[in-house]
């Protein structure tokens, strides 16, 4: 679970402790029965699976051009934005309206950009909707709670 709660991290810890559950499932292949072995190393396929899906979260992000593009727009929007909301309300309008306008529109922008930096780590327990890594603990007898 520390494991995944982290940006900065690979699988090659994982890879090493499959690789000895392998090595002493052949070890031992004698002791256990052909059933046995095949639940485990089917067992440990399937968490390798899980593992890399896990893994691929947050390696495939959005894009960066993706990110750099909102934050031109953010930046450059009010500039190009507030004088046709100007011209188009007129001079007889309040300014605070066409204040409120940019503003409101520029609070949307910056929410959404927001919002694509919380989707791509969804596992990191800093936004209110993500995956809650603590709450997926063993208990000492071996079952989840």
Do not use: W
């Not at 982290?6 to 090493?16: A, F, K, S, V």
């Not at 690789?19 to 485990?40: A, G, M, T, Y």
């Amino acid at each position: 679970m520390e494991h995944l709660g982290r940006y900065d991290h690979t699988i090659e810890d994982l890879d090493q402790c499959i690789d000895q559950v392998q090595n002493f499932v052949n070890e031992h292949q004698e002791e256990l029965s052909p059933r046995s072995k095949d639940r485990i190393l089917r067992l440990m396929r399937d968490l390798h699976d899980s593992a890399e899906n896990l893994h691929a979260i947050p390696t495939h992000r959005i894009p960066v051009s993706l990110k750099a593009y909102c934050l031109v727009f953010i930046y450059l929007f009010p500039l190009i934005y507030a004088p046709t909301i100007i011209n188009g309300v007129g001079n007889g309008t309040h300014p605070g309206i066409c204040y409120l306008i940019v503003v409101l529109t520029q609070f949307i922008l910056v929410s959404l950009y927001n919002i694509q930096g919380q989707l791509e780590y969804p596992i990191d327990n800093h936004g209110l909707d993500d995956i809650r890594l603590d709450q997926f603990v063993l208990n000492s007898n071996g079952n989840s709670s």
